[in-house]
């Protein structure tokens, strides 16, 4: 039996979705169904909200002395959100991927990192005034600064943004209520995306 360790904000914890239904424990579902792979419960460190500092300070306080088979880290929206310098998100989630890879026994192959998704064209982002075209902007630059530091450091880096994108006209099934964070659907592909990336790695 596997294990694997989940680390983020809303967007891994679900928030507005049931608890079986965030990408992790879906994920849990895909590869068993889809590979024959079975694995424990996820382990999930994520709170609706969090920017690398407070996901830093969470896994501090939760102080697991397990290893994991496998682990994700999904983090910096609300860094982006709060107008936070990119070159500190950058910085903080250096010692984030760090700490997640002592977390898979020091092997980078275990170690998934996801991208952020644009949230700038939800209907949350228009009734909230916020200007579109800077808020994917921004996104699109930290998802840049992410996936050159995951390359550096030879970690698998997975898009999901463009899932997003692809389905931005679907709220109705993409979304939950509030309009911003992501539906059972959306962290199905989610899901099926990362499980694919994880077979192609580990087999």
Same mark, same amino acid.
Request: negative net charge; glycine residues 8%.
């Given at each position: #039996?596997?294990? +694997?360790?989940?680390?983020?904000?809303?967007?891994?914890?679900?928030?507005?979705?049931?608890?079986?239904?965030?990408?992790?424990?879906?994920?849990?579902?895909?590869?068993?169904?889809?590979?024959?792979?079975?694995?424990?419960?996820?382990?999930?460190?994520?709170?609706?909200?969090?920017?690398?500092?407070?996901?830093?300070?969470?896994?501090?306080?939760?102080?697991?002395?397990?290893?994991?088979?496998?682990?994700?880290?999904?983090?910096?929206?609300?860094?982006?959100?709060?107008?936070?310098?990119?070159?500190? +998100?950058?910085?903080?989630?250096?010692?984030?991927?760090?700490?997640?890879?002592?977390?898979?026994?020091?092997?980078?192959?275990?170690?998934?990192?996801?991208?952020?998704?644009?949230?700038?064209?939800?209907?949350?982002?228009?009734?909230?005034?916020?200007?579109?075209?800077?808020?994917?902007?921004? %996104?699109?630059?930290?998802?840049?600064?992410?996936?050159?530091?995951?390359?550096?450091?030879? %970690?698998?880096?997975?898009?999901?943004?463009?899932?997003?994108?692809?389905?931005?006209?679907?709220?109705?099934?993409?979304?939950?209520?509030?309009?911003?964070? +992501?539906?059972?659907? #959306?962290?199905?592909?989610?899901?099926?995306?990362?499980?694919?990336? %994880?077979?192609?790695?580990?087999?």
């Amino acid at each position: #039996m596997q294990t +694997y360790l989940a680390l983020g904000d809303s967007y891994t914890i679900g928030e507005g979705v049931g608890a079986t239904e965030n990408f992790p424990n879906q994920l849990v579902q895909v590869l068993k169904d889809r590979y024959q792979v079975e694995v424990s419960a996820p382990e999930i460190i994520a709170v609706t909200g969090w920017t690398t500092d407070e996901l830093r300070a969470g896994i501090a306080e939760r102080d697991l002395q397990d290893t994991f088979d496998m682990v994700t880290l999904l983090i910096g929206v609300n860094n982006q959100y709060r107008g936070r310098d990119l070159d500190n +998100y950058a910085a903080e989630f250096t010692g984030l991927l760090e700490q997640a890879i002592a977390f898979a026994k020091g092997n980078k192959e275990k170690v998934f990192v996801v991208s952020i998704p644009d949230w700038g064209h939800t209907s949350f982002a228009i009734e909230k005034g916020s200007d579109a075209a800077k808020v994917t902007a921004e %996104i699109k630059a930290y998802n840049e600064r992410k996936q050159a530091i995951a390359d550096a450091h030879g %970690i698998i880096f997975v898009d999901i943004t463009e899932l997003t994108d692809q389905h931005a006209g679907d709220e109705a099934t993409y979304l939950v209520d509030d309009k911003l964070h +992501y539906s059972a659907a #959306m962290y199905r592909l989610w899901a099926e995306k990362i499980a694919d990336r %994880i077979h192609n790695r580990l087999g």
